[in-house]
């Protein structure tokens, strides 16, 4: 998947986690909880459906790299670039 | 204790009025609509389909989830939640309290159920299938949404209620039971406001469809409006509802100050144990629990009024309860006997508060409403007073009894009267 295809699947993702949250004008580089409702348990839904839609382990520890879009895209890149696009 | 006659001698301060209802039925999703559709006959049983069970018959409700909760609540909580934030809200609109300005650490949550986590854990489970049951893809609100308080947990969130909450299991006596129990914390002082009565979100869990297939008790027919049946010689079983009803109680003196409108004072409960069969009733044990609820009222069985019955449709059951009301209740001319699973099902932790809202209204009304598709009566069930296919009026009936039984033996009564 391309940077650019991982960011469209993100959005995807908080379109069902956050559905009342209006992400057409989101901003990359800010991070999510400065502009969208967001707990500790829709983090942790966010890595439940990457594990589930693409099998993408992210440990504990990186949990902080999912912090705004532009921050995740950059760090799943290298982890899903070989995937396609469902 | 309360003297004879059942007009409480109790201070105000210990004297408990129910002055909000708010409810989700499946023929009515507030209690006017609910008391209309009760009085027209018109049952709330339709065609349903779950997984593994396949198609059968539930009451299904259709509140407006979205008045009171966002996507992202449904999303993350559970039915039984919804259906509480929906009571909840609508009891405290019903009982025109000042809820912004309240003091909410002074507002109880008394919810019973008759089980909890079934539906959502029958979901992850299902959910776990598809990923060959690798519990690294099970959910992290699986807790959150099976731990026992849930129901009453999630109203308390939505509504910002920092008073003590409690769910309160007792099988299907738990709607009485969370009045009961609201009722008492109020005499203790733990709150100023309870918010009692009952929820089911069962009809999203196949178990207990399944479990009442497999007991030979699931209701089935082929037209669904006829399927619960109580009393009926054709009876078959239950049919399994959702729903929710839930009381504002307040104490006397409190209900006086605002000027609430008081729809009765709960002037007698009484709550006992079988202890004799994990899911048969006990007939002798029911009409103890009835003649101890008389006792702490300080009335005599004939100045009940209405009795609302808590017959599910079952065989057994039915005649149990019946037996039951013959011994505390024979001779009594005037009293009336109407079941409401008969238009709603049986809707497991919401039944008895549910059942006594449907019934409450008849001190406004003064009419008793009918048990629907009595066809024949089976001779077992044909107690004198019972109000058959045709509401009944009954001039200004006073007192109200409300029985509601459930599995491993729990009994529970109410009595409420007219002030």
Known sequence: ?86 | MIASGGTSQLPENQRIVISGIGLTAPNGNDWAEFRSNILAGKSGVSEYEIRYVGKTLAGICDFDVKRYQSRKDTRRGTRAGSVGIYSANEAVKHAGLDWENIDRSRVGMYIGVTEHGNVETENEIFELQGFDYDTSFWSHHHNPRTVANNPAGEVALNMGITGPHYTIGAACAAGNAGLIQGAQMLRLNECDVAIAGGVSESIHTFGIFASFKSQGALASHDDPTKASRPFDTQRNGIVVAEGGCLFVLERLDDAKRRGATIYGELVGYAMNTDATDFVLPNSDRQAECVALALKKAGLKAEQIDIVSTHATGTSLGDAQECAALRRAFGGCEKTLFNNTKSLIGHAMGAAGALELSGNLASFQDGVCHATINVDELDPECALEGLVINEPRETGRPRFILNNSFGMLGINSVVIIERI
Request: proline share 3%; net charge negative; glycine share 0%.
């Open chain 1, 1 to 86: 998947m391309t940077s650019s295809e991982i960011r469209e699947e993100i959005l995807d993702i908080l379109e069902n986690i956050a559905p009342d949250e209006d992400l057409s004008d989101l901003t990359d580089d800010v991070a999510f909880v400065d502009q969208l409702e967001l707990d500790s348990m829709d983090f942790l839904d966010i890595v439940m459906e990457l594990r589930k839609r693409h099998r993408v382990q992210i440990p504990e520890e990186d949990y902080t790299e999912l912090a705004s879009m532009a921050s995740t895209v950059a760090y799943l890149t290298p982890l899903m670039k070989d995937m396609q696009k469902a």
